[in-house]
Nanobody
Framework: QVQLVESGGGLVQPGESLRLSCAAS????????MGWYRQGPGKQRELVAR???????NYADSVKGRFTISRDNAKNAGYLQMTSLKPEDTAVYYC?????????????????WGQGTQVTVSS
C-alpha cells in the first residue's frame, strides 16, 4: 500500500513561517493530486491547498497569498510553505494524496492520508 508521513510542524509566533513536508512511500505507481488539509480545535477538517500532478494549484481563500503548495514528483513528496502565519492557522495539518499503486498483479487507485502534524501559532 501507500504511506504518507508529514513533518515540519511546530510552535511559531504570529508572522513567522513554517514549511511542511509530506513523504509518500510504498508500492507507488503514480501520485495524482496531492493536498493539504487542516483541522483546528473544535472545527471540521478543511482543504488548505491542493496541487495536480502537472503543478496546477488552488488554495483556500484564507491562505491565498500566504501559503504555497509544491511537489517533487521524482521524490514522491509534497510541500506546504506557510508564511505570515496567524493564530487562526493553528491546526493539525494533514497530507492527502490520490495514488495509483501496485496491489499484487494489478493496479489500484485510492486516496491516502498522513497522520497529521501540529502547527501552533501563538505569541
Amino acid at each position: 500500500q501507500v504511506q504518507l508521513v508529514e513533518s515540519g510542524g511546530g510552535l511559531v509566533q504570529p508572522g513567522e513561517s513554517l514549511r511542511l513536508s509530506c513523504a509518500a512511500s510504498g508500492s507507488i505507481f503514480k501520485l495524482h493530486t496531492m493536498g493539504w488539509y487542516r483541522q483546528g480545535p473544535g472545527k471540521q477538517r478543511e482543504l488548505v491547498a491542493r496541487i495536480g500532478s502537472g503543478g496546477s494549484a488552488n488554495y483556500a481563500d484564507s491562505v491565498k497569498g500566504r501559503f504555497t503548495i509544491s511537489r517533487d514528483n521524482a521524490k514522491n513528496a509534497g510541500y506546504l510553505q506557510m508564511t505570515s502565519l496567524k493564530p487562526e492557522d493553528t491546526a493539525v495539518y494533514y497530507c492527502n494524496a490520490d495514488c495509483t499503486y501496485r496491489s499484487g498483479l494489478t493496479y489500484l487507485t485510492d486516496a491516502f492520508w498522513g497522520q497529521g502534524t501540529q502547527v501552533t501559532v501563538s505569541s
